[in-house]
T-cell receptor
Framework: DGGITQSPKYLFRKEGQNVTLSCEQNLNHDAMYWYRQDPGQGLRLIYYSQIVNDFQKGDIAEGYSVSREKKESFPLTVTSAQKNPTAFYLC????????????FGSGTRLTVV | AQKITQTQPGMFVQEKEAVTLDCTYDTSDQSYGLFWYKQPSSGEMIFLIYQGSYDEQNATEGRYSLNFQKARKSANLVISASQLGDSAMYFCAMREKTGRRALTFGSGTRLQVQP
């Protein structure tokens, strides 16, 4: 079955360390997105990519980096520059030209210890 | 810049009753799409309903309907015959069909269905 796989489900990081969150899709979607969600709040866009080898900053890109070397993969690195990285991270994908059809992964809960 | 506003942080409804979750939006685009998602405590995002800005009729999907008032820039979600399993966070979101074409979300409404 097609879908988005995020791993790991839970991640613990020590302060000052970089950590990479995985997002893989087998839907043949062109566009992929990373969102951050803090407790009791909505989703905020970190980065998005509409095509391989290209990506754009979203609303809260500081302290994060991404790559899009393959259509299926859009990993997110949370760097030590991100001052408050503890949050729930959701990856999504969509057809480039579809009216709707966003698919979300099940999320990664990152905790800084 | 596009913006979504959900003014109800929390709502209570009795089982089997209908409930309306409010959503207003702001955009300068003429072409856009409006979405509602349900997020249970597990964290997954479940798509509920979609309304295009040029759709003349309000969208319906089973017990969900979207009360779309374009002039007022509102896109309220109506859930009929509430069930205990409807208890969750509900998010309104918008995508403009030009520009970055990523979903912008509101802050959400936590709905609790009481027996």
């Amino acid at each position: 079955d097609g879908g988005i796989t995020q791993s790991p489900k839970y991640l613990f990081r020590k302060e000052g360390q970089n950590v990479t969150l995985s997002c893989e899709q087998n839907l043949n979607h062109d566009a992929m997105y990373w969102y951050r969600q803090d407790p009791g709040q909505g989703l905020r866009l970190i980065y998005y990519s509409q095509i391989v080898n290209d990506f754009q900053k979203g609303d809260i890109a500081e302290g994060y980096s991404v790559s899009r070397e393959k259509k299926e993969s859009f990993p997110l690195t949370v760097t030590s520059a991100q001052k408050n990285p503890t949050a729930f991270y959701l990856c999504a994908s969509s057809l480039q030209t579809g009216a709707y059809g966003y698919t979300f992964g099940s999320g990664t809960r990152l905790t800084v210890v | 810049a596009q913006k979504i506003t959900q003014t109800q942080p929390g709502m209570f409804v009795q089982e089997k009753e209908a409930v309306t979750l409010d959503c207003t939006y702001d955009t300068s685009d003429q072409s856009y799409g409006l979405f509602w998602y349900k997020q249970p405590s597990s964290g997954e995002m479940i798509f509920l309903i979609y309304q295009g800005s040029y759709d003349e009729q309000n969208a319906t999907e089973g017990r969900y309907s979207l009360n779309f008032q374009k002039a007022r820039k509102s896109a309220n979600l109506v859930i009929s015959a509430s069930q205990l399993g409807d208890s969750a966070m509900y998010f309104c979101a918008m995508r403009e069909k030009t520009g970055r074409r990523a979903l912008t979300f509101g802050s959400g409404t936590r709905l609790q269905v009481q027996p």
